[in-house]
């Protein structure tokens, strides 16, 4: 007597993409820890003026821009071709990105006041020591991440990274 499987396995693809997002989030995770850090630095330390927040994210985004780029196209889709349309393609997203995209959503994200009053009380009632300022950007900065990591997956994954290596290629069809 033969059982029927109802599962069925997932396309080669689905497997691949999932690959990617896995190995996209932890590099994702990391460069976003180094871009937060850089983008701490400069908006408590250096710039200090909440009007300015975009500026602090506009200079820590274009200099992780550079890290991501190597991170992704030695780790993430280290199996894929990099070439001069890659890079070009890549660093024309994050151009528009870092200049018409994640700006306007840092400042819009820094408008949920309400949001961010909350945090800071609840963070003031268990004796955390964090200002608003810091409660503020930290919201606005993790909220602005997380959009901009889904559409740099997306984007990375079709347009940029979008095809595998002729070598790999020639392996996988034997």
């Known amino acids: ?58 200079i820590a985004t274009a200099i992780t821009t550079i890290v991501a780029y190597f991170a992704h196209s030695r780790i993430t889709w280290k199996e894929r071709e990099v070439t001069k349309h890659s890079i070009i393609r890549f660093f024309i997203w994050n151009i528009i990105l870092t200049v018409a995209i994640a700006p306007g959503f840092t400042q819009l994200f820094s408008l949920f006041t309400p949001l961010y009053k909350l945090a800071y009380d609840i963070t003031s009632a268990i004796h955390l020591p964090f200002s608003y300022e810091f409660v503020l950007t930290t919201g606005a900065f993790a909220l602005n991440s997380i959009v901009i990591m889904i559409l740099n997956f997306l984007f990375y994954n079709k347009f940029v990274f979008g095809k595998a290596k002729e070598s790999k290629k020639q392996e996988e069809s034997k």
């Open 1 to 58: 007597m033969e059982i029927e499987s109802h599962k069925k396995s997932a396309p080669i693809k689905d497997v691949k993409t999932s690959k990617h997002a896995s190995r996209y989030l932890i590099v994702g995770i990391l460069v976003t820890v180094f871009n937060y850090a850089l983008f701490a630095i400069l908006s408590n330390l250096i710039i200090k003026n909440n009007d300015l927040i975009w500026l602090s994210n506009f």
